[in-house]
Each structure stands twice: as C-alpha cells, then as structure tokens.
C-alpha cells in the first residue's frame, strides 16, 4: 500500500474511531444526567417533582431489606409525605457502579450508593447500599422502571462503595455487546 493511501486509511479509521468513541461518551452523559444527576439533585433540594419525573409510571420498587414490592405511587407516596414534613433535612447521594448493560432503549445498572446526613449531635454520618436498576427511554429521557436496592445485611460499606467505578469511568463498567 503506497504511504498515501496508508494515511488516508490510518485517518479514516481514526475518524471513525473518535465518532464511536464520542457516541459512547455522549450515551454515559445521557444515562448518567437523566438518572444520577437529577436523583442526587432531588435528595439534596428535596424536590419532589424531580424525583418523581425519573420514575416511569410504570415503576416496580423492591426493597430487598424490607422484603416488600411496591408500584410507583405507593413508593412515591413515602417521599412526598417524608419530604413534605418541614423537619426533614437534605440527604446527599451519590452512586458507583460495577456494571451496565445497555440496549437501545434498556439500561441495566448495578452499584453502589452512599447517603449522607447529619445525626442529632451534628456529626456527618453516611449509609450504603447495593443497587439493581433497571432504566427504560421514555420521552428521549432515561427513567426508572425497576429498583432493588439492599444494605446485604449490613454488608454494603465504605470499602464497597470505594471499589464501585465513578459514574465518569464507564469503560470499567460497561459491559459491550459482543
């Protein structure tokens, strides 16, 4: 092959590999926007109306410590009176994952959250879970459609949390189709 058409492959290839590269890019934002940007923002403002616009309305909640499956509105109904209660102060959340799986209007996301709040002698505390999420697009926005969350008897910790990747890191955690 002559150097000339060696470098027009080389770019082309290259062309291509950034514009996959940048489709991936912008499907993480996306994923990671829609769901963990505006659920963080609700539990740190306490705005109801976000929280509820990231659930599909035909949202199945399980709760595997409380051994309880709920719908949608019975488990938004918890939030709007907790959050409605002037007492109630912002929890801050943040999420890792260690898995996604993705289709074209599917994404399957397993990790880790860590809670924060402040106890009665002001000291900041944290909580951890583990999470099963299962998002579906709806209206060009991800929402959720499933939620399991567990602490694992207890198991879920600061050490889990650290093992989990950052939302940003999502060549460790995505699972490409093959």
Same mark, same amino acid.
């Given at each position: 092959?002559?150097?000339? *058409? ?11 590999? !950034? ?8 499907? $993480? ?22 929280? =509820?616009?990231? $659930?599909? +309305? =035909? ?10 499956? +709920?719908?949608? +509105? ?8 907790? !959050?409605?209660?002037? *007492? ?32 009665? *002698?002001?000291?900041?505390? $944290?909580?951890?879970?583990?999470? $099963? ?18 602490? =694992? ?18 060549? +460790?955690? !995505? *699972?490409?189709?093959?």
């Amino acid at each position: 092959m002559s150097r000339i *058409k060696y470098i027009a492959v080389s770019f082309v290839f290259l062309l291509l590999s !950034w514009d996959s590269y940048s489709q991936e890019e912008q499907l $993480h934002q996306k994923i990671n926007q829609d769901m963990y940007g505006k659920f963080s923002e609700a539990f740190q403002k306490l705005d109801f109306s976000l929280f =509820e616009s990231i $659930h599909s +309305k =035909e949202m199945i909640r399980i709760s595997g410590n409380g051994g309880e499956i +709920k719908n949608v +509105k019975a488990y938004l109904k918890g939030y709007k009176k907790r !959050w409605g209660d002037p *007492k109630t102060k912002p929890s801050p959340i943040s999420f890792r994952l260690f898995e996604r799986i993705t289709s074209d209007s599917l994404v399957s996301d397993r990790g880790i959250y860590r809670g924060t709040y402040k106890n009665d *002698k002001d000291e900041t505390k $944290h909580f951890y879970g583990q999470f $099963h999420l299962l998002l579906q697009l709806e209206n060009d926005f991800w929402k959720i459609l499933i939620d399991y969350d567990s602490d =694992e008897n207890n198991t879920i910790n600061q050490a889990s949390y650290e093992n989990a990747f950052a939302l940003t890191d999502y060549k +460790k955690y !995505w *699972k490409r189709k093959q």
